[in-house]
């Protein structure tokens, strides 16, 4: 499920180095310890050394999870005792995050790596000390400096943690628990650091760009290093992007002292909510579950064309609720798709390009989006569900066009399915069974519903436990089911395959897995509980699931999962389940902590500096103000700052950076969309950097599993995840796509039509429909998908949605249109600099008899000269306000909507567009026009 970033970024090099030595390169089929070892390196540290200090390891990380379950839980404010506030957790949680990342993260020795170590302190101590204002003692920055460096050079041995280690570890810890040994007293003096807040923000800093390069690679310590230089180097700038400069106090205090750098919304967020969720995953996965979805998948769709291929993509789109890395998910499912893949046809480089691509498509799917739909609710500031409704049906039509994509890719090369275990009913009957099936599930779910709403109120406080009562009926019947079914067993990919396994048996075996799901989603979209709190829930769940699995199945069955047949010995490895989850969740945190702080740091220089502003300048003249380059432009800054960072920083990053661009330089331009939108526009791009060569390390992870070559790889995974590439830009333009302010039947309407729209895409941009595609053909199909996403694009041309009006007709023009209709207006202002800006203003019509009461209602009052309009007052928190209107502001245009026909009138054209491209492709459909032999070699021919 969960919480993705889990730190995919030792580096590029690391991947390369890890392929080679591990034979990837050129052969694949890796063993099972050194995959393992693959994850390891860049997701949970890859340092466990035998004796106390790995204990010690371990140790600490169980007491880190022990400590999130206890703030997340309601037992502090029952018992009174613990409780802590955000900033209080927030330096604990960072402290667990840098003790771990030193002690299980050991540096990478290559010469670009030590490079990178020396001189980022070293740069950083000449910033302190430029920063430095008279009367600050600096001779002790150059002393701290010396220390970290020596440190570093000293070595980071893998197999044991040396006492150099043990300090950087030890003192990184005590910076970040700073803010909590003395909260009281740094409240009274935020703004006027004293000696002592000097040196350990400048340690803290130092040692935390170190632990980022150790547990995330070096692309987030250069960008968050090349932000702090930005800070104090402002004057020296180019003048566009030029400021006054920040002194060292005013970034110690700005940075670590408060809640504006470091310590900011990103770290509390990785506090309240991610740690909870990638906990929720480890413990589902250690339970069984990660080997359930697969096993799942294959039994379901293992026997279409290209089948194991689309098992993929279904199966990593449910690990996904249990493993929020992409290269976790890579590897995880990967060891038995890939195989399986290339032994149906699928070259090693396409096998590895379709597993990344359904990996790495898993960080923009609801509920958790690799952590970044938590960020949202913050940054956006809209309900956690309103975020989840909106990435909903872009995510999906994603992942149902990579599944017609692999299908095109099959019917390509002419491949067949894996055998069936079983002979299928006929088709009539194997469809009224699924929808036999569907129904159920809508009976369940109305009674499910209708049974809470009764208990709720029956019983009171005391509903809790009726409705954990019910829910332990639930799970020992369905634990009861599975018994009835053999253990499921993954099977070795190498071997020949004989038979899928059955569908029916498969998925009874693991029905159990569900319940904690269920409460996670319901808490989250039915009770409305907070991220945090909903995770709590859903973990304690799956706690008492793993410690009660093993025993309850040998009673029901007779033996566990693994054969044992004792009780006692089965309560036991019960607990080392729930033990190791515990220690295994941590660990796949430890990324995700130090991302969020480091990201920090950039937020912080941003607020600090203003360096948004600038960029949206930069921006503006490189696009020369058209709305398209800037779009343009915005994605491929997305991309560029993406690459190498996990999903969490990534979006930190680039929201912090280009969603104000895209907002200012949009309005400006006459696009006027919902903030989430633009959110979502960022974030997709960015996350896309994660396939993208050269940096791409899903793309590396894949080809150390297939054996193919990983630039090629990642070429073709890009490919394959145009369509993720394409969905932004659309969504900018018809937020009906985001279901933004569209009702059920009308989110029906439009789910079905973009999912068609999307694989008719798929088939342009694949070459592939029916049968090959001629060129016109595929620009028609691609002609035809525009025009079903964006239907308004063609019908505006015809009768355009807006008539311009001068602006002494603004009262009439919201008196002549129906309220709830969109009204804009063109103005002329100053922006918070005092510069003079032109901009776009939406306005919803309020109610009201005429145009005078209308204004009122927005808050607005005018003063007319001739043909002048000026906004002589704007109310506080009204509509007016919200939409960016103020004082002494002049209306140039009103643009008041105009009558038009449907705009989805244009479907019809289309679908007979459609429809000629479709009889031309029949016309040609033979026993396989351009249909390779079914060979890896035909298949990279087709």
């Given at each position: 499920?969960?919480?993705?970033?889990?730190?995919?970024?030792?580096?590029?090099?690391?991947?390369?180095?890890?392929?080679?030595?591990?034979?990837?390169?050129?052969?694949?089929?890796?063993?099972?310890?050194?995959?393992?070892?693959?994850?390891?390196?860049?997701?949970?540290?890859?340092?466990?050394?035998?004796?106390?200090?790995?204990?010690?390891?371990?140790?600490?990380?169980?007491?880190?999870?022990?400590?999130?379950?206890?703030?997340?839980?309601?037992?502090?404010?029952?018992?009174?005792?613990?409780?802590?506030?955000?900033?209080?957790?927030?330096?604990?949680?960072?402290?667990?995050?840098?003790?771990?990342?030193?002690?299980?993260?050991?540096?990478?020795?290559?010469?670009?790596?030590?490079?990178?170590?020396?001189?980022?302190?070293?740069?950083?101590?000449?910033?302190?000390?430029?920063?430095?204002?008279?009367?600050?003692?600096?001779?002790?920055?150059?002393?701290?400096?010396?220390?970290?460096?020596?440190?570093?050079?000293?070595?980071?041995p893998k197999n044991w943690v040396p006492p150099w280690e043990w300090g950087l570890a030890l003192v990184a810890a005590a910076s970040a628990l700073y803010i909590y040994i003395f909260y009281d007293s740094i409240g009274t003096r935020v703004?006027?650091?004293?000696?002592?807040?000097?040196?350990?923000?400048?340690?803290?800093?130092?040692?935390?760009?170190?632990?980022?390069?150790?547990?995330?690679?070096?692309?987030?310590?250069?960008?968050?290093?090349?932000?702090?230089?930005?800070?104090?180097?402002?004057?020296?700038?180019?003048?566009?992007?030029?400021?006054?400069?920040?002194?060292?106090?005013?970034?110690?205090?700005?940075?670590?002292?408060?809640?504006?750098?470091?310590?900011?919304?990103?770290?509390?967020?990785?506090?309240?909510?991610?740690?909870?969720?990638?906990?929720?995953?480890?413990?589902?996965?250690?339970?069984?579950?990660?080997?359930?979805?697969?096993?799942?998948?294959?039994?379901?769709?293992?026997?279409?064309?290209?089948?194991?291929?689309?098992?993929?993509?279904?199966?990593?789109?449910?690990?996904?609720?249990?493993?929020?890395?992409?290269?976790?998910?890579?590897?995880?499912?990967?060891?038995?798709?890939?195989?399986?893949?290339?032994?149906?046809?699928?070259?090693?480089?396409?096998?590895?390009?379709?597993?990344?691509?359904?990996?790495?498509?898993?960080?923009?799917?609801?509920?958790?989006?690799?952590?970044?739909?938590?960020?949202?609710?913050?940054?956006?500031?809209?309900?956690?569900?309103?975020?989840?409704?909106?990435?909903?049906?872009?995510?999906?039509?994603?992942?149902?066009?990579?599944?017609?994509?692999?299908?095109?890719?099959?019917?390509?090369?002419?491949?067949?399915?894996?055998?069936?275990?079983?002979?299928?009913?006929?088709?009539?009957?194997?469809?009224?069974?699924?929808?036999?099936?569907?129904?159920?599930?809508?009976?369940?779910?109305?009674?499910?519903?209708?049974?809470?709403?009764?208990?709720?109120?029956?019983?009171?406080?005391?509903?809790?436990?009726?409705?954990?009562?019910?829910?332990?009926?639930?799970?020992?019947?369905?634990?009861?089911?599975?018994?009835?079914?053999?253990?499921?067993?993954?099977?070795?990919?190498?071997?020949?395959?004989?038979?899928?396994?059955?569908?029916?048996?498969?998925?009874?075996?693991?029905?159990?897995?569900?319940?904690?799901?269920?409460?996670?989603?319901?808490?989250?979209?039915?009770?409305?509980?907070?991220?945090?709190?909903?995770?709590?829930?859903?973990?304690?769940?799956?706690?008492?699931?793993?410690?009660?699995?093993?025993?309850?199945?040998?009673?029901?069955?007779?033996?566990?999962?693994?054969?044992?047949?004792?009780?006692?010995?089965?309560?036991?490895?019960?607990?080392?389940?729930?033990?190791?989850?515990?220690?295994?969740?941590?660990?796949?945190?430890?990324?995700?902590?130090?991302?969020?702080?480091?990201?920090?740091?950039?937020?912080?220089?941003?607020?600090?500096?203003?360096?948004?502003?600038?960029?949206?300048?930069?921006?503006?003249?490189?696009?020369?103000?058209?709305?398209?380059?800037?779009?343009?432009?915005?994605?491929?800054?997305?991309?560029?700052?993406?690459?190498?960072?996990?999903?969490?920083?990534?979006?930190?990053?680039?929201?912090?950076?280009?969603?104000?661009?895209?907002?200012?330089?949009?309005?400006?331009?006459?696009?006027?969309?919902?903030?989430?939108?633009?959110?979502?526009?960022?974030?997709?791009?960015?996350?896309?950097?994660?396939?993208?060569?050269?940096?791409?390390?899903?793309?590396?992870?894949?080809?150390?599993?297939?054996?193919?070559?990983?630039?090629?790889?990642?070429?073709?995974?890009?490919?394959?995840?145009?369509?993720?590439?394409?969905?932004?830009?659309?969504?900018?333009?018809?937020?009906?796509?985001?279901?933004?302010?569209?009702?059920?039947?009308?989110?029906?309407?439009?789910?079905?039509?973009?999912?068609?729209?999307?694989?008719?895409?798929?088939?342009?941009?694949?070459?592939?429909?029916?049968?090959?595609?001629?060129?016109?053909?595929?620009?028609?199909?691609?002609?035809?998908?525009?025009?079903?996403?964006?239907?308004?694009?063609?019908?505006?041309?015809?009768?355009?949605?807006?008539?311009?009006?001068?602006?002494?007709?603004?009262?009439?023009?919201?008196?002549?249109?129906?309220?709830g209709s969109p009204l804009r207006l063109r103005i002329a202002g100053l922006n918070e600099l005092g510069d003079p800006i032109e901009f776009s203003a939406l306005l919803e019509v309020p109610e009201g008899e005429t145009g005078a009461d209308?204004?009122?209602?927005?808050?607005?009052?005018?003063?007319?000269?001739?043909?002048?309009?000026?906004?002589?007052?704007?109310?506080?928190?009204?509509?007016?306000?919200?939409?960016?209107?103020?004082?002494?502001?002049?209306?140039?245009?009103?643009?008041?909507?105009?009558?038009?026909?449907?705009?989805?009138?244009?479907?019809?054209?289309?679908?007979?567009?459609?429809?000629?491209?479709?009889?031309?492709?029949?016309?040609?459909?033979?026993?396989?026009?351009?249909?390779?032999?079914?060979?890896?070699?035909?298949?990279?021919?087709?």
């Amino acid at each position: 499920m969960s919480e993705e970033d889990k730190k995919h970024q030792s580096g590029k090099d690391q991947f390369e180095a890890s392929a080679v030595e591990m034979g990837g390169a050129g052969h694949g089929n890796l063993s099972q310890s050194e995959l393992d070892e693959l994850v390891a390196s860049s997701d949970t540290g890859a340092r466990t050394p035998p004796g106390a200090v790995g204990k010690i390891i371990l140790i600490v990380a169980l007491c880190w999870s022990l400590f999130q379950l206890w703030i997340a839980s309601p037992i502090p404010f029952m018992v009174g005792f613990g409780v802590l506030n955000d900033t209080e957790t927030r330096s604990i949680h960072l402290a667990f995050a840098l003790f771990l990342a030193y002690m299980a993260y050991p540096a990478e020795r290559s010469p670009f790596q030590i490079g990178l170590s020396v001189a980022v302190p070293v740069l950083m101590t000449v910033m302190f000390m430029m920063g430095a204002k008279t009367g600050v003692p600096v001779w002790w920055v150059p002393l701290i400096g010396v220390v970290v460096v020596a440190a570093i050079l000293m070595g980071s041995p893998k197999n044991w943690v040396p006492p150099w280690e043990w300090g950087l570890a030890l003192v990184a810890a005590a910076s970040a628990l700073y803010i909590y040994i003395f909260y009281d007293s740094i409240g009274t003096r935020v703004g006027a650091p004293i000696m002592q807040d000097y040196v350990v923000s400048v340690i803290g800093i130092m040692l935390l760009l170190e632990a980022t390069r150790r547990s995330l690679g070096p692309a987030l310590m250069i960008v968050a290093s090349i932000f702090l230089v930005y800070t104090f180097l402002g004057p020296y700038m180019p003048d566009i992007i030029s400021h006054k400069g920040n002194s060292l106090a005013e970034v110690v205090n700005h940075q670590w002292i408060t809640t504006e750098g470091v310590f900011g919304i990103a770290l509390g967020v990785s506090t309240s909510f991610v740690f909870l969720f990638v906990l929720f995953g480890a413990l589902l996965d250690k339970a069984g579950a990660g080997n359930y979805f697969i096993q799942v998948a294959f039994s379901l769709m293992g026997h279409m064309r290209g089948g194991p291929a689309k098992a993929a993509v279904v199966s990593s789109a449910m690990t996904g609720l249990i493993s929020g890395s992409s290269i976790a998910n890579v590897v995880t499912t990967g060891t038995f798709t890939i195989p399986l893949m290339k032994k149906v046809g699928f070259s090693s480089e396409k096998a590895g390009a379709v597993e990344v691509a359904s990996s790495v498509n898993g960080q923009i799917m609801p509920p958790v989006m690799g952590a970044a739909a938590f960020l949202m609710v913050e940054y956006v500031g809209i309900p956690y569900f309103d975020v989840v409704k909106h990435a909903f049906v872009p995510a999906t039509i994603s992942y149902i066009a990579l599944v017609y994509i692999v299908h095109l890719e099959a019917m390509k090369a002419n491949m067949q399915g894996l055998p069936r275990a079983y002979e299928p009913g006929p088709l009539m009957r194997r469809m009224i069974g699924f929808l036999f099936g569907i129904v159920m599930v809508g009976v369940l779910a109305f009674l499910l519903k209708f049974t809470m709403g009764w208990i709720r109120p029956t019983f009171g406080a005391s509903s809790i436990y009726v409705v954990f009562a019910l829910l332990t009926a639930a799970y020992v019947g369905l634990l009861w089911v599975a018994s009835r079914e053999e253990p499921l067993e993954l099977d070795d990919p190498n071997e020949p395959v004989t038979a899928l396994p059955l569908p029916g048996p498969t998925v009874r075996s693991g029905l159990h897995f569900l319940l904690p799901v269920i409460v996670l989603v319901w808490a989250l979209m039915v009770d409305r509980l907070s991220p945090g709190l909903s995770a709590f829930w859903a973990t304690a769940y799956m706690i008492f699931i793993l410690l009660t699995q093993r025993p309850l199945m040998v009673m029901l069955r007779g033996a566990d999962r693994t054969g044992n047949d004792n009780i006692g010995a089965a309560m036991r490895a019960g607990l080392d389940d729930l033990v190791d989850g515990l220690i295994s969740g941590a660990r796949n945190m430890i990324g995700i902590g130090i991302a969020t702080a480091t990201a920090g740091i950039i937020v912080g220089a941003v607020s600090q500096t203003g360096v948004g502003s600038a960029l949206a300048d930069v921006v503006e003249v490189l696009s020369g103000g058209n709305l398209m380059a800037i779009l343009l432009l915005t994605a491929v800054l997305s991309l560029i700052l993406g690459m190498g960072l996990p999903t969490t920083a990534n979006y930190i990053v680039v929201s912090a950076l280009l969603a104000p661009v895209i907002v200012t330089l949009g309005q400006q331009n006459g696009l006027i969309v919902p903030l989430i939108a633009v959110h979502l526009f960022v974030f997709y791009f960015g996350i896309m950097a994660d396939v993208t060569p050269p940096v791409g390390l899903a793309s590396f992870a894949a080809a150390a599993v297939s054996g193919g070559d990983p630039i090629r790889t990642g070429v073709v995974a890009f490919f394959y995840s145009l369509r993720t590439a394409a969905l932004p830009f659309l969504f900018i333009f018809n937020t009906d796509l985001l279901l933004i302010n569209v009702d059920w039947i009308h989110g029906i309407f439009v789910f079905v039509t973009a999912t068609l729209a999307m694989l008719l895409f798929a088939a342009a941009t694949q070459g592939w429909f029916i049968v090959r595609n001629k060129v016109w053909e595929s620009v028609l199909l691609l002609g035809v998908a525009f025009a079903i996403f964006r239907p308004g694009f063609f019908m505006d041309m015809v009768y355009p949605p807006y008539t311009d009006l001068p602006p002494a007709q603004f009262a009439q023009a919201l008196e002549d249109s129906e309220p709830g209709s969109p009204l804009r207006l063109r103005i002329a202002g100053l922006n918070e600099l005092g510069d003079p800006i032109e901009f776009s203003a939406l306005l919803e019509v309020p109610e009201g008899e005429t145009g005078a009461d209308r204004l009122a209602a927005l808050g607005i009052d005018t003063i007319q000269n001739g043909d002048e309009v000026i906004i002589d007052n704007v109310a506080f928190d009204s509509p007016a306000k919200a939409a960016g209107l103020d004082w002494d502001q002049k209306v140039l245009l009103v643009r008041a909507p105009a009558p038009a026909p449907s705009k989805y009138l244009i479907y019809i054209p289309a679908m007979l567009v459609l429809a000629f491209v479709i009889w031309m492709q029949r016309r040609r459909a033979g026993p396989g026009e351009g249909s390779a032999p079914k060979t890896k070699e035909g298949l990279s021919h087709a």
